[in-house]
T-cell receptor
Framework: QKEVEQNSGPLSVPEGAIASLNCTYSDRGSQSFFWYRQYSGKSPELIMSIYSNGDKEDGRFTAQLNKASQYVSLLIRDSQPSDSATYLC???????????FGSGTKLNVKP | DVKVTQSSRYLVKRTGEKVFLECVQDMDHENMFWYRQDPGLGLRLIYFSYDVKMKEKGDIPEGYSVSREKKERFSLILESASTNQTSMYLCASNTGTYYGYTFGSGTRLTVV
C-alpha cells in the first residue's frame, strides 16, 4: 500500500463547476497536509495547507481533512480553464519534517 | 520574492559520468530536500538535510550522494550516471513540519 494515494484521473469538469480532488494516506501519525498544483513542465507550487480536522477555505479553494478516515480533499469552486493542472497531495511522515506525495490527479477544466 | 534556484533546467550526460546538480535557496531555510519525479511514480525523496553538513537518506538514495557545506546550498551528486537516473529532479526547502515546500524550477536530466 502506498503512503499517499490519489486517483490519477483525468478528472474533467466544465468551467464554473466544482472540482473535487481526493487523497488518502496510511500514516495515522501524520499531522500536516498540503495540496500543490503542478502545471505541465513546471515544478509544484503550494496552494493549501491544513492541519486540523474540518474545512479550511482560501478564495476558491477549500481543503477538507478527516483524520479518523485518513482522508484529505481539495474543492475548487467556480473552476476555470487556468485550473487545469495536476494536483498533488503531500502528507508528513511519522511526525517528521519529511513528506510523501501522491502521484497526483490531473484536472481538466473545459471551457 | 523567495526563491529556490536550480543551476540547470536541462542536462544531458553520458552513462558513467559524475553529475552535480546544484540548488540554492535565499530564504534562510534549515531544511532542504531532493526529489525525483517520474511519470506514474510521483515524487520520491532521495536525500534531505536539516542543517549544514547534515544529511539523511530518503527512500531512494542508491546511486546518489549529497553535500551541504553552506546553509543555502544543497548539492545532489550522481556518482556514476546510469540511464535509469533519467528523470526530473526537484529541489525544495522549508522551515518546519507545518510549512510547505518551496520548490526550485527543476532539472530535467537525460542520461544517454
Amino acid at each position: 500500500q502506498k503512503e499517499v494515494e490519489q486517483n490519477s484521473g483525468p478528472l474533467s469538469v466544465p468551467e464554473g463547476a466544482i472540482a473535487s480532488l481526493n487523497c488518502t494516506y496510511s500514516d495515522r501519525g501524520s499531522q500536516s497536509f498540503f495540496w500543490y498544483r503542478q502545471y505541465s513542465g513546471k515544478s509544484p507550487e503550494l496552494i493549501m495547507s491544513i492541519y486540523s480536522n474540518g474545512d479550511k477555505e482560501d478564495g476558491r479553494f477549500t481543503a477538507q481533512l478527516n483524520k479518523a478516515s485518513q482522508y484529505v480533499s481539495l474543492l475548487i469552486r467556480d473552476s476555470q480553464p487556468s485550473d487545469s493542472a495536476t494536483y498533488l497531495c503531500a502528507v508528513n511522515v511519522n511526525n517528521f519534517n519529511k513528506f510523501y506525495f501522491g502521484s497526483g490527479t490531473k484536472l481538466n477544466v473545459k471551457p | 520574492d523567495v526563491k529556490v534556484t536550480q543551476s540547470s533546467r536541462y542536462l544531458v550526460k553520458r552513462t558513467g559520468e559524475k553529475v552535480f546538480l546544484e540548488c540554492v535557496q535565499d530564504m534562510d531555510h534549515e531544511n532542504m530536500f531532493w526529489y525525483r519525479q517520474d511519470p506514474g511514480l510521483g515524487l520520491r525523496l532521495i536525500y534531505f538535510s536539516y542543517d549544514v553538513k547534515m544529511k539523511e537518506k530518503g527512500d531512494i538514495p542508491e546511486g546518489y550522494s549529497v553535500s551541504r557545506e553552506k546553509k543555502e546550498r544543497f548539492s545532489l551528486i550522481l556518482e556514476s550516471a546510469s540511464t535509469n537516473q533519467t528523470s526530473m529532479y526537484l529541489c525544495a526547502s522549508n522551515t518546519g513540519t507545518y510549512y510547505g515546500y518551496t520548490f526550485g524550477s527543476g532539472t530535467r536530466l537525460t542520461v544517454v
